[in-house]
């Protein structure tokens, strides 16, 4: 779903199956991007990172989709399971000496 | 083992108090952060530096201050000006301004 107002969206799927978690970035000059995941009350956490030379990445049960095109990313979790509950978040690294630009994170609930 | 380590995890405080929030790393990172994080939403950067005794405002640095003194401490003081401090406080480094982030466990600030 759409992010609307102060509510994450939220994205439910049944364990085993796959999941695929969008991101809209803001600047078409970024030329790195981050996909974190945040379990409750923690930090967050690296996943995977792509750079703008590339339109896939895979690690292990993730891959990362980049469509400079129309400033998209996503990030695909292979086989999901209860573990990866979680927010997910993309950070894309706009030009200059700027810090990452983070955002506004997904919910992925797990249905076991 | 090397990481980013921040304290207290958890912290109550009244209205009107100053509270202190703690971030080391011993990454030998050049740059930190201060995110805040309020319930079902992204990060919103407060504060970063990129080198020792300089820092720079994010988006929210009102009723905020911080100091780099040493390479490896960025605190973060909440003031009683900071009008709703209630929140999730993250700390980050990096190895640059533009790399990948490396977040703390948080800070829980509740003001009763």
């Known amino acids: 779903g759409e992010s609307v107002g102060l509510h994450l969206p939220t994205l439910s799927v049944q364990e085993g199956d796959n999941s695929i978690i969008n991101c809209a970035y803001s600047?078409?000059?970024?030329?790195?991007f981050i996909w974190y995941k945040q379990e409750s009350g923690k930090g967050p956490q690296f996943i995977i990172d792509?750079?703008?030379?590339?339109d896939k990445r895979q690690g292990q049960r993730v891959t990362v989709l980049l469509n400079k095109t129309v400033k998209h990313l996503s990030l695909q979790i292979a086989a999901t399971q209860p573990g990866d509950s979680a927010v997910y978040f993309c950070?894309?690294?706009?030009?200059?000496?700027?810090?990452?630009?983070f955002g506004k994170g997904t919910r992925l609930s797990v249905i076991a | 083992d090397g990481g980013i380590t921040q304290s207290p995890k958890y912290l109550f405080r009244k209205e009107g108090q100053n509270v202190t929030l703690s971030c080391e790393q011993n990454l030998n990172h050049d740059a930190m952060y201060w995110y805040r994080q309020d319930p079902g939403q992204g990060l919103r950067l407060i504060y970063y530096?990129?080198?020792?005794?300089?820092?720079q405002k994010g988006d929210i640095a009102e009723g905020y201050s911080v100091s780099r003194e040493k390479k490896e401490s960025f605190p973060l003081t909440v003031t009683s000006a900071q009008k709703n401090p209630t929140a999730f406080y993250l700390c980050?480094?990096?190895?640059?301004?533009?790399?990948?982030?490396?977040f703390g466990e948080g800070s829980r600030l509740t003001v009763l």
């Open positions: 792509i750079r703008s030379n590339m």
């Open positions: 530096s990129q080198i020792v005794n300089d820092f």
């Open positions: 600047n078409s000059a970024s030329d790195y």
């Open positions: 980050a480094s990096s190895k640059s301004n533009t790399g990948e982030l490396f």
């Open positions: 950070a894309e690294n706009p030009p200059g000496n700027t810090p990452l630009v």
